[in-house]
């Protein structure tokens, strides 16, 4: 295997509040290769997006990190002072947020914010900076770009703004990007696009991708491998093809059997009973274990840590072996 | 302004008597019954007005009752004090507020915005007049060093009279500028701070930290220009504001400017001045009220329309 572009080990994130200390993410860890598309599924408040903001650096007040590391090519960036992350943000890690019409600056014409973003990183002048940035429009298939580049974001459509944020993350060619739910605030007609547009791109320029999404067809369309959040854990990692059609954790399996298939009809869309608990009242032992159907009294006493299981690797004690 | 004229001139016709005044103590029924025709107050009340009006818009005022003499002229002979004062003061108020603003609205625990922000509660809760007297006791009493009452001396440009070419002018200037500007520093000051930590929070914001831009740009590109559509209106409307409220720091400084001719033809019922200053006023508010909403359009591209396809 080749060594990790990025790494995640045992991440822990918190919240400070009045009530008490909440803990958001608890012992997360990852790695992904470059090039590699890792995917990040699970229900709301799971943790996903707080993933992508730790390894950019970007967790907002009262949250913060309470342990562990984030490693980009082996050095330690979750400890780095505001203006040396700066220069691995964007540089080193790109980002797309979920919304697009909110993540442009209204005030700045989209050509004026791809060429700060690239003269801020790139060794260019603001005249080689337009053409790149208008290059770069056109890659990620703005029509008429060299006109539409004093355009203002609220000219644009939501897809195609979306296009302007993955250029606007693309521009200084990082080594990653974190997709934070990309699109999920489109049209699903142009939510297929953007995807393939994504995942073009990163092909071309081996760029590595934490994907986002609750979309599990997003997962196993642009994904090699995914990560199952649940309750501020990894609850199961491992191959997408695996995870789709041999899912080793009892809430990947219930994730898995609440698609509803396409080619027979169902009366009832199957889902998991119950819900995830809140973060302030996380049970004892797995806190999947109130919702899981196989559930036994370890499971109860004990938290799992991620084990393997085969070709993927889940945190259930299904899979403890002596 | 056709309603603050109506108003206006309704007003003051019913308030006091001008014509008591004029004549002094004793005085014949013949005698007032001259005068008030000479004055044609014998007239009904709606002859009087569109007459008014009438001249009005030629810029005819009328003679003041008490000094006799056009208004216009008074006012012309005003004007430029107050303007000067209100600038001074709108300068002030916007080159420190703003500042000021954006580093609370950045540092918002740290210990200097906890002290402007007491300051600012003295300024917005203290009034006026008494932070103008306040400063007269410090700098004018105690310590001497800058005058009390009055402009100092003026230099005569044209129909213009300025303050600002003489020392004397300019110190005179201090005390007012600083007592008129007060208010509106802590208003715009407390305003940008909201504005910043609203605009803090927003995506676009987060957005720019996860592209790597630098603080500077950042804090005071990004995040500043999206303040100010708000801090411009109210700038606006703060600058109306200032120019009309000058009556009270006038007052205590005995600034020779519109406010003050306002307050003194108040104590006479002279009815012209009073209608020509409200009048005035009005058209102050509905030309700043323009030059606002053509300054949104110029930071705004939003309300730029017929360009580009959506």
Redesign the interface.
């Known amino acids: 295997m080749t060594a990790p572009l990025l790494e995640v080990r045992n991440l822990r994130v918190e919240f400070h509040t009045r009530r008490g200390t909440l803990t958001a993410l608890n012992d997360v860890s990852l790695t992904i290769a470059p090039g590699e598309v890792l995917g990040m599924v699970g229900e709301s408040g799971a943790g996903k997006s707080m993933t992508g903001a730790a390894i950019i650096g970007l967790i907002e007040p009262p949250g913060r990190i309470a342990a562990g590391q984030v490693l980009l090519d082996g050095r330690r960036i979750d400890n780095l002072r505001y203006d040396q992350m700066r220069q691995v943000r964007g540089r080193q890690i790109g980002a797309i947020f979920q919304d697009p019409l909110t993540t442009l600056n209204p005030l700045y014409t989209v050509g004026r914010q791809l060429v700060e973003t690239i003269t801020t990183h790139l060794p260019l002048n603001p005249a080689q900076a337009r053409k790149r940035a208008i290059e770069w429009l056109e890659m990620v298939g703005i029509p008429a770009a060299a006109q539409r580049i004093d355009s203002y974001p609220h000219e644009f459509s939501g897809g195609m703004r979306q296009r302007v944020v993955i250029a606007l993350a693309l521009c200084a060619e990082p080594r990653l990007i974190v997709a934070d739910e990309p699109t999920t605030a489109l049209d699903v007609s142009i939510q297929a696009q953007v995807i393939a547009l994504l995942k073009r791109l990163a092909r071309e320029k081996g760029t590595a991708m934490l994907l986002v999404t609750h979309d599990m067809g997003v997962i196993a369309e642009t994904a090699d491998r995914v990560a199952v959040m649940y309750a501020g854990r990894i609850a199961e990692i491992g191959p997408v093809r695996d995870i789709v059609k041999a899912p080793n954790h009892p809430y990947t399996a219930g994730l898995m059997a609440s698609i509803p298939p396409l080619d027979r009809r169902v009366d009832k869309l199957a889902a998991i009973e119950g819900s995830m608990p809140r973060l302030s009242a996380i049970p004892p032992g797995c806190a999947y274990n109130p919702r899981c159907p196989r559930v036994f009294d370890r499971c109860v006493r004990e938290r799992p840590d991620l084990l393997d299981a085969g070709t993927t690797r889940a945190a259930c004690w299904l899979h403890a072996h002596g | 302004m056709l309603a603050v004229s109506f108003i206006s001139f309704a007003m003051f016709t019913y308030v006091g008597d001008p014509v008591a005044i004029m004549l002094g103590q004793d005085f014949t029924e013949a005698q007032r019954a001259a005068l008030v025709a000479e004055l044609g107050l014998d007239q009904p009340f709606f002859v009087q007005f569109l007459k008014f009006i009438g001249n009005a818009v030629q810029g005819e005022f009328g003679l003041s009752y008490r000094l006799s003499r056009p208004v216009a002229e008074l006012i012309a002979e005003r004007a430029p004090a107050t303007l000067e004062l209100a600038l001074c003061a709108a300068v002030i108020a916007m080159a420190v507020g703003v500042p000021m603003g954006v580093y609370t609205g950045l540092y918002r625990h740290s210990i200097l915005s906890r002290f402007f922000l007491t300051f600012s509660l003295i300024g917005v809760s203290l009034p006026t007049f008494l932070i103008g007297i306040l400063l007269i006791l410090i700098f004018a009493v105690a310590l001497g060093w800058l005058p009390s009452f009055g402009r100092g001396d003026v230099v005569r440009l044209g129909w213009w009279t300025t303050g600002f070419l003489t020392v004397s002018g300019l110190k005179a200037l201090i005390l007012p500028a600083i007592t008129l500007g007060v208010f509106q520093l802590t208003l715009i000051m407390r305003l940008v701070r909201a504005e910043m930590m609203e605009v803090l929070r927003?995506?676009?914001i987060?957005?720019?930290?996860?592209?790597?831009?630098?603080?500077r740009?950042i804090n005071f590109g990004?995040a500043l220009?999206?303040t100010l559509v708000p801090v411009i209106t109210i700038a606006g409307l703060q600058l109306g504001a200032i120019i009309a409220f000058a009556i009270v720091t006038e007052t205590v400084f005995q600034w020779p400017g519109m406010g003050l001719l306002f307050i003194q033809s108040v104590g006479a019922a002279d009815v012209p001045v009073m209608a020509a200053y409200l009048m005035l006023i009005a058209l102050v508010f509905v030309t700043i009220n323009l030059i606002v909403d053509l300054l949104y359009y110029a930071?705004?591209?939003?309300l730029r329309i017929g360009?580009?396809?959506?």
């Open positions: 927003t995506d676009y987060k957005f720019a930290r996860a592209r790597g831009l630098s603080n740009a990004h220009k999206n930071v705004d591209p939003r360009k580009g396809a959506h």
